[in-house]
């Protein structure tokens, strides 16, 4: 079953509860205890108290230092932000220069049907794994999700689109928790869907400059081969979704064990 969404917000793109699979033995992801998605900062005053109504205690904001710049995060009073920057050694990694990648309808389709575009996000997966920056962000997060207490509020994490460093963060948690691979894949290409409707101004602008739309998608979306490099590149560096948190991100059995307790329902 997909993931249950929250509330829709036109200002938050690829908004939704990253709890509500189920687990391969039985099990349940919780819901209400995590939401993902792309930028927060498009928050009007209404938008801002339609956030609020979610709870959310903790934002942890995965893009590089230029993105926060450029778009700030606009949060509610009361909620605490943490800055965990995976692409902070290699900021100029796809995922993070989108509007620039896109300003030429002639060398975006050339690169989509050469399969530059492909190859790229394809290593960007990889890094996702052994980039030291990216190590160090993913287990700030995932320390801050099995360290908050029964009474915590929310967390919610995001990068610009909610797709690709977000997507990650999503399907490896999952993997630990004991989804089965084909649901874990159904909720990510979720964003092939949602991240396409919130840049459908910059697709519209790429169209009326004479590109063909459809060249976007591997740019704007996401496809199964760039999670599949990423837990590709996972098992051939660490063996299994256990070893990259232990060794990968310093995340023992103790910490999987809280996530477990704190994410799972039986």
Same mark, same amino acid.
């Given at each position: 079953?997909?993931?249950r969404?929250a509330? %829709?917000l036109?200002?938050?793109?690829?908004?939704?509860?990253?709890g509500?699979l189920?687990?391969?033995d039985g099990?349940r992801v919780?819901?209400g205890l995590?939401y993902?998605?792309g930028q @927060?900062?498009?928050?009007?005053?209404?938008?801002l108290e339609?956030?609020? *109504?979610l709870?959310?205690?903790?934002?942890?904001d995965?893009?590089t230092?230029a993105e926060?710049t450029?778009?700030?995060? #606009?949060? %509610? =009073?009361g909620?605490?932000?943490?800055?965990?920057?995976?692409l902070? &050694?290699h900021?100029h990694?796809?995922?993070?220069?989108?509007?620039r990648l896109i #300003?030429s309808?002639?060398?975006?389709?050339r690169?989509?049907?050469d399969g530059?575009?492909? #190859?790229l996000?394809e290593?960007?997966y990889r890094?996702?794994?052994?980039l030291p920056s990216?190590r160090?962000?993913? *287990?700030?997060?995932?320390?801050?999700?099995?360290d *908050?207490?029964?009474d915590?509020g929310p967390?919610l994490?995001?990068c610009?689109?909610?797709k690709?460093?977000?997507g990650w963060?999503s399907?490896? @948690?999952?993997?630990?928790l004991?989804?089965? &691979?084909?649901a874990?894949l159904?909720d990510?290409?979720?964003s &092939?869907?949602l991240?396409l409707? *919130?840049?459908r101004?910059?697709? =519209?602008?790429?169209?009326?400059?004479g590109?063909?739309?459809?060249?976007?998608r591997?740019?704007?979306g996401?496809q199964?081969?760039y999670l599949?490099?990423?837990?590709?590149?996972?098992?051939?560096?660490?063996?299994?979704?256990e070893g990259?948190f232990?060794?990968g991100l310093?995340?023992g059995? &103790?910490?999987?064990?809280?996530?477990?307790?704190r994410?799972?329902?039986r």
């Amino acid at each position: 079953m997909p993931t249950r969404p929250a509330p %829709p917000l036109a200002a938050v793109p690829n908004l939704r509860d990253a709890g509500g699979l189920e687990t391969v033995d039985g099990g349940r992801v919780r819901t209400g205890l995590l939401y993902r998605s792309g930028q @927060l900062d498009r928050l009007d005053d209404g938008a801002l108290e339609r956030f609020a *109504a979610l709870g959310v205690a903790t934002v942890v904001d995965l893009r590089t230092t230029a993105e926060r710049t450029a778009g700030p995060d #606009r949060l %509610p =009073d009361g909620v605490g932000l943490l800055v965990a920057n995976v692409l902070g &050694d290699h900021d100029h990694a796809v995922p993070a220069q989108l509007p620039r990648l896109i #300003r030429s309808p002639a060398d975006v389709e050339r690169a989509v049907r050469d399969g530059v575009v492909q #190859r790229l996000f394809e290593q960007t997966y990889r890094e996702f794994v052994t980039l030291p920056s990216a190590r160090e962000a993913y *287990a700030l997060l995932f320390r801050s999700i099995a360290d *908050a207490g029964d009474d915590a509020g929310p967390l919610l994490y995001h990068c610009t689109a909610g797709k690709d460093r977000t997507g990650w963060a999503s399907a490896s @948690l999952l993997m630990l928790l004991g989804v089965p &691979d084909e649901a874990i894949l159904d909720d990510f290409m979720l964003s &092939d869907e949602l991240a396409l409707r *919130a840049f459908r101004p910059l697709i =519209d602008a790429f169209a009326a400059g004479g590109g063909d739309p459809d060249a976007l998608r591997p740019i704007l979306g996401v496809q199964p081969g760039y999670l599949r490099a990423g837990v590709d590149h996972l098992r051939a560096v660490h063996g299994t979704i256990e070893g990259w948190f232990a060794d990968g991100l310093g995340l023992g059995a &103790d910490v999987q064990a809280r996530l477990r307790e704190r994410l799972l329902e039986r």
